[in-house]
């Protein structure tokens, strides 16, 4: 019984000398911004004369960690006024994706994502898309999207099944589950005409089998299997 006693006060202990010791956002932040060089990474300016600006701080060794920074800014150029920042700490070990990415204006709005970098350690097994984002007086998270490739038309999805249409400034939408919502979506793809969508679903993300894909009419807002291996 004094072993175990002992064993779980050791654990206990050390797991709290570690959280006090351990750097917080903050003060890795500030670390970041006293050593590392800023860097503008890009800068997109819609018809407005409202100017987005991505300014990167590179890597610098915390605790035997590399960490990075990153600020995303939309100004409007004409007056020079900040109207909006966000940032993003970076694990620079980090798999999959990081990285403030520009996608498109609509309007005064600012979508973007964190998807820059793409893979850069190759360990991604499936079709990745990086939650989209726009601002909207703070960074309104839109989950998995994708805008249609004339840009009037943005489809998002989730774990559950659910596509949903919108027009590209949102203010119209319609939703649609799939058929069988528990296969993984593992692609989506915009026909050039903007009619419609490809969905591609898989049973397995690591090792799949089956796969699923179905056409769904944006207009109707119905679904056609194109390609069903179960039947």
Not at 199 to 212: A, R, T, V
Request: with cysteine; hydrophobic share 40%; net charge negative.
């Amino acid at each position: 019984m004094r072993y175990w006693i002992s064993i779980l006060f050791i654990v206990v202990f050390t797991s709290i000398t570690y959280a006090q010791d351990a750097p917080s956002e903050d003060e890795i932040k500030q670390v970041i911004l006293a050593e590392s060089p800023m860097t503008v990474i890009g800068t997109f300016e819609n018809e407005s004369g409202f100017e987005a600006i991505i300014e990167s701080y590179g890597c610098v060794s915390i605790d035997n960690t590399e960490y990075g920074l990153e600020l995303l800014t939309v100004r409007n150029s004409q007056i020079d006024q900040t109207i909006w920042r966000t940032e993003q700490l970076i694990s620079c070990s980090g798999l999959d994706t990081y990285g403030f990415q520009f996608v498109r204006w609509v309007g005064d709005v600012l979508y973007f994502d964190s998807g820059r970098e793409g893979s850069p350690h190759g360990a991604s097994f499936a079709f990745i898309v990086e939650p989209l984002f726009r601002n909207t007086g703070e960074a309104e998270q839109l989950g998995s999207a994708l805008f249609s490739h004339l840009g009037d038309y943005l489809v998002t999805w989730d774990t559950s099944g659910i596509i949903t249409i919108t027009t590209a400034d949102m203010m119209e939408r319609q939703s649609i589950t799939l058929d069988i919502p528990d296969l993984a979506i593992a692609n989506v793809i915009w026909l050039p005409d903007q009619r419609g969508v490809i969905i591609i679903q898989i049973d397995d993300i690591m090792l799949p089998q089956d796969s699923l894909v179905t056409y769904i009419d944006r207009e109707r807002m119905t679904q056609t299997a194109l390609l069903n291996p179960q039947n």
